[in-house]
Structures are given as C-alpha cells and as structure tokens.
C-alpha cells in the first residue's frame, strides 16, 4: 500500500487539460492544511494557482509543480482510458502519470512523513501549484513569482517536479535551463514575372546571404553547464504558388536556444547587424519566452544528489538541456533551483506511464533532501 500512489491515481482521475484544474488544488489542500500550512489561493484570469507555506524562517524549501495536462490526443489509441489510472504490468498509466501528477504526489506525502519525524525542524517548507504550465504560462507560476516579489518573499531551495530523468530514474536533474528567443523576420522585395529579372527584386535570394551568415555565426561556446547557443529557422513561407511569379516578401520564424554566456539583447543586436549589413528591407518581431538559469553546485545540488544515490542508488548527472520550464520563472526570487522527477520517455504520448516501483523512491527522495537541508 503507497499513500503516494493512491494520492497520483486520485490526481490522474481528474481530467485537467491546462489550463483546468480539475479540483486538482483543492484535494492537495485538504492534505497540506491539517499540517500547518498557511495557504493562498492565487486566480488569475482563469488559471487556479496556490501558495503554501508552513514556517516563517529560513531557510525555506519550496516545491513547485503544476496540475494541468497536456490533451490526450486521440483516446482510442491509448491502451487505457487516459484518466482512468490503470496499473498494468507494473506501470501505472494515465495522462499526467509522467508530467507531472506522480511527483505532486510524491511533494505532498513526502511533506507529510518528515513533518510526522521532525516536527520541529529548522526553517519552512512551501509549494507552488500552478494549472498554467503545458499552456501559455501567463496567468500561473510567473504571476504568483511577481505577488511573492511583490512583497519580498524570497525562496532559498525550490525542487521543481519536472520529469528530468533519462534512462533511468534518478540519473539526471536540471541544474538549469536554456533561454527561448523567437524571432519573426519579414525581408521585402518586390514582386514580378520571373521572366523579366530586371524589374523584380527576389526576397529569396536576397536573404541566403544573411541565412548564411546566421547559421555559421558561434553565437558562444558556452559554459561549464551549457552547450553553445543554437540558432534554428522552424518555418521559411514565401511566394504565391505560381511557378513564374516572384514573391514579394518572404517570411522567416526563427529561434535561438541560448546559455547564460549570452543574453537576449546582444543576440538580438548581432542578428540585426547581419541583417543590415546585406541592406536587407525587413521588419523583424521578437518574442522572448525564457530567460536561461543556471544553479552552480551548492547546498541543493549536494542535498538531492545525496538523496538520489539513497533511494535510487543512483548518481544522477547535472543537465540544463530540454526546453523550457517554470524554472525560469522561480530564479528571479531564488538562487537554487533544480528540476528532478521521473523518466521522461512517455511524457505528452499516447499510453504515458511511471514505473509503480520507481514512485516510493521518489517521495522518500524528495524527503530525505529536506532532512537534508532542514534538520541539524
């Protein structure tokens, strides 16, 4: 019998496609105010967010996760009903088993157990829940972060829930993430007959040159913790459809993935200078949805990583690839933040599932790291 289990089943049931939350909150409420906690229910537009917190010292922990799933796509595909849990060949199967409702449950049991051993530990422990994360992640942990700011509520250690893990669970945490910059690049010409050139200009031809520049640019090398900075076009639209007719424009959506060796700004400066520099006409739009982070090591990445190679028996890797997470949000008021969960190879599939064996460890890790940090 697993209090932690029975609490993923429960949450899994509950058919929160972001950004619902399908009573999700409440239920993890019911369980955290019998413990102390003082807790503050954040809505914003229509996204259910909540703030716990038990203590008032330092230093306080906090843990982070969000209740909303990901669309099922198509139901008859998957093996079980998506949000009937099902246990099947020692698998636990359910939208949201992975991302990330078995870790949630995995906080708020953990939470209870070292609250009942040590109850009159040093510091605070507190959570962050949030139903806006798969969605656009305007309304959910961003704006709780800015009430917290706000007020000038900082956190020392947050454990976000994220399924990090890789091959097998506890061989990789997220000491940080990559930046998202997007870019939407609109090079004018002018539109003609492709068979009168000399009255023409291609917007085509005229951006290669710079495409060029901009693929065989290293933007950076890097760091200790970061790949170099990448720069990707996703989408290249431009002509009519017609085979003898030049475009007049062309448009272009690009990204950058980049480290904390570089920053939005001087990225954004170097591609409007290759640009200009081929006397483009263009107009290009910006849109900057993640800043980097980055966690050196310190107390946390010591204190979970010994808690892993415990309940695991594993010696997790420190990672900052994947895309990006609420993470990024959370290092404006705290300087450790880490991302530890499950394995990630079922995460928004079909038939996304947790090893039912794997899930015990996981509370008991998230337990013994703040024994870790909490108790002298």
Known sequence: ??????????????????????????????????????????????????????????????????????????????????????????????????????????????????????????????????????????????????????????????????????????????????????????????????????????????????????????????NEYFPPTSWQISNMNGGTGATNVVPGEVEILFNFRFSTASTADNLKERVHAVLDKHALSYDLEWEYSGKPYLTPKGNLVEAITAAIEEAYGVTPELSTTGGTSDGRFIADICKQVIEFGPLNATIHKLNECVAVADIEPLKETYKLTMKKLLVK
């Not at 010292?57 to 969000?66: C, E, Q």
């Not at 947050?158 to 890789?166: A, D, L, R």
């Not at 539109?191 to 060029?212: C, E, R, S, W």
Request: glycine share 10%; charged share 25%; hydrophobic share 40%.
């Open 1 to 222: 019998m697993s209090k932690t289990l029975d609490l993923a089943k429960d949450l899994i049931s509950r058919m929160s496609n972001t950004p619902e939350d399908a009573g999700c909150q409440e239920l993890l409420i019911s369980r955290l105010a019998p413990l102390g906690f003082k807790v503050e229910r954040m809505r914003f537009g229509e996204v259910d967010n909540f703030y716990a917190r038990r203590g008032t010292s330092s230093p306080l922990i906090v843990f982070a996760g969000h209740t909303d799933v990901v669309p099922t796509g198509p139901v008859n595909q998957w093996h079980t009903p998506p949000f009937e849990p099902t246990i099947k060949d020692g698998m636990l199967y359910g939208r949201g088993a992975a991302d990330m409702k078995t870790s949630v449950a995995a906080f708020i049991t953990s939470i209870e157990e070292f609250i009942a051993e040590h109850p009159d530990h040093t510091g605070s422990i507190g959570l962050l829940i949030t139903s806006d994360e798969e969605g656009i992640a305007v309304d959910g942990t961003v704006k709780v972060v800015e009430a917290l700011q706000a007020r000038n509520e900082l956190i020392d250690y947050c454990i976000v829930g994220e399924p990090t893990s890789n091959k097998v669970v506890g061989d990789m945490i997220k000491n940080g993430r990559r930046g998202s910059l997007s870019g939407k690049l609109t090079v004018k010409g002018i539109q003609g007959h492709i068979a009168y050139p000399h009255l023409i200009k291609n917007p085509i031809h005229m951006v290669a040159p710079a495409i060029k520049d901009l693929v065989e640019i290293t933007w950076d090398n890097g």
